[in-house]
Nanobody, 124 residues
């Protein structure tokens, strides 16, 4: 297990930008497949983006492609989610998550570690 802590959420107007960060506790951070999910009120948790060990492979949910960018800095045990052109429908609690091992996935149950979440609110 790895402990995760998100930061960078907040209130932003439609069309604005935010950068989320997720700091991980383990020195073996570079062994983890990392991702971001989000959950809006009354909705199920949904996949947003994920990144491979090396950062060379990324995966995005269709509605965020071209607007969000996931990246990682293994030297700092941190991943990021750069969010541009934010829309009111992006409003949600955003969760950082980690999966030990290889293999691309979008299923929440495949990820063993979760952060407490950070709120992102986009006003119209």
């Amino acid at each position: 297990q790895v402990q995760l802590v998100e930061s960078g959420g907040g209130l932003v107007q439609s069309g604005g930008s935010l950068r989320l960060s997720c700091a991980a506790s383990r020195r073996t951070f570079n062994s983890y497949y990392m991702g971001w999910f989000r959950q809006a009120p009354g909705k199920e948790r949904e996949f947003v983006a994920a990144i491979s060990w090396t950062g060379g492979v990324t995966d995005y949910e269709d509605s965020v492609k071209g607007r969000f960018t996931i990246s990682r800095d293994n030297a700092k045990n941190t991943i990021y989610l750069e969010m541009n052109n934010l829309k009111p429908e992006d409003t949600a609690v955003y969760y950082c998550t980690a999966r030990l091992g290889r293999g691309q996935t979008r299923q929440p149950l495949d990820f063993g570690s979760w952060g407490p979440g950070t709120q992102v609110t986009v006003s119209s």
